[in-house]
């Protein structure tokens, strides 16, 4: 199942990629096939998981499951020391740290779920072990 929702995401990336003008920012991205899954964080046990992917200015993607007993996305990913959020008095995310990962000029990180452009701040974002969890690096 996971797999036909990501080649659909695909195929809907690529139709946005051919519609789109400028430089707007996309409002769905790829996710990493869970069979690529490359790196475990944190403690298994009683707490809950979910996949995290980062997807690169270059389209590359790095996949993560992440094991935690936080409650909300954010939290998890900051508990572990994985990423920082910096977010304006709206909660809009204006800067972010990820696994020292930098980011090439002129692009900034990008918050999605389930490969959908997500407005909500991760920090309070409840974490559903079902859905996928990304941070795009595009075009500001």
């Known amino acids: 199942m996971r797999r036909i929702i990501a080649v659909i995401l695909v195929v809907l990336c690529l139709a946005g990629s051919l519609c ?7 409002k769905t991205v790829e996710t990493k096939p869970r ?9 298994s046990g009683t707490g809950r998981s ?3 992917d980062i997807v690169k200015a270059d389209g590359t993607i790095d996949g993560y499951t992440v094991w935690t007993t936080e409650k909300t996305l954010g939290g998890a990913l900051e508990k572990i020391k994985v990423a920082e959020f910096i977010e304006n008095k709206k909660g809009k995310i204006t800067g972010m740290e990820i696994l020292n990962y930098e980011l090439p000029e002129d692009t900034e990180w990008a918050f999605y779920v389930n490969g959908e452009l997500c407005e ?3 920090r309070e974002y409840e974490i ?3 859905d996928i969890y990304s941070f795009a690096q595009i075009k500001g």
């Open 35 to 43: 069979e690529a899954i490359r790196t475990v964080y944190g403690t």
């Open 50 to 52: 979910f996949y995290w």
């Open 120 to 122: 909500d701040s991760p």
């Open 20 to 26: 789109a003008c400028g430089n707007k920012t996309p």
């Open 128 to 130: 559903n072990s079902s």
